[in-house]
């Protein structure tokens, strides 16, 4: 079973619009963070923010939000007024870190583009 | 900012030949990690280091990779006898070690290219 899954291979959206990307995740370890990066086109990996599996409340970054539903294990970023740079393939990833793993398991991406 | 570099950005190979492939890590972080990411898919781990030593590593990682550190600043991956299939972009990673929030940090990558 795929531990992480990103459903939208691709997503539009209006520039200053708000945006969610989809992520849902599949893991019985009870201890594990989630993280969000994007990749512009250049091909770097950009870290844009990350929630524990412990936290209360929903993690946030500047225009960047997760919006973590743990009974539902999902945890979906939210991009609030979209701008142009903001096309690029985003990165749901997971970290189990039962065992003291460090690896991340990421999924197939989406790819978001932001229209003028 | 501090930032994780890779050298070089682009390097092209005869199938057969052995490739080096560094990287210079943010300079106070514990951990390093190597992914890839062939063309069109998802980013895949293949190693993780720590105290000089592989603390994990996937199953892509067989015999015809290593790892080194051979200086306080680099981290290097080495590909023995390339394969076409080796063609891919390799993400060189760090991270502090600071248990569950621990994030990784990636470099700008290198794009390999068997031919």
């Known amino acids: 079973a795929q531990k992480i899954t990103q459903t939208q291979p691709g997503m539009f959206v209006q520039e200053k619009e708000a945006v969610t990307l989809d992520c849902t995740y599949d893991?019985?370890?009870?201890?594990?963070?989630l993280f969000w990066y994007k990749q512009p086109s250049s091909g770097e990996m950009i870290f844009l923010i990350y929630q524990g599996s412990y936290d209360q409340q929903n993690a946030t970054e500047g225009r960047y939000s997760l919006n973590f539903q743990k009974a539902r294990k999902s945890a979906n970023l939210v991009i609030s007024a979209s701008q142009l740079g903001d096309s690029a393939m985003y990165f749901c990833?997971?970290?189990?870190?039962?065992?003291?793993?460090?690896?991340?398991?990421f999924g197939s991406g989406t790819q978001l583009t932001v229209l003028p | 900012e501090p930032e994780v570099t890779q050298t070089p950005s682009h390097q092209v190979t005869q199938m057969g030949q052995e490739v080096i492939l560094r990287c210079v890590p943010i300079s106070n972080h514990l951990y390093f990690y190597w992914y890839r990411q062939i063309l069109g898919q998802k980013v895949e781990f293949l190693v993780s280091f720590y105290n000089n030593e592989i603390s994990e590593k996937s199953e892509i990682f067989d015999d015809q990779f290593s790892v080194e550190r051979p200086d306080g600043s680099n981290f290097t991956l080495k590909i023995r006898s390339t394969k076409l299939e080796d063609s891919a972009m390799y993400f060189c990673?760090?991270?502090?070690?600071?248990?569950?929030?621990?994030?990784?940090?990636f470099g700008p990558g290198t794009r390999l290219t068997v031919l």
């Open positions: 990673a760090s991270s502090p070690g600071q248990g569950l929030t621990d994030t990784q940090y």
């Open positions: 990833a997971m970290r189990e870190v039962s065992g003291s793993a460090r690896q991340l398991t």
């Open positions: 893991t019985s370890d009870p201890s594990y963070g």
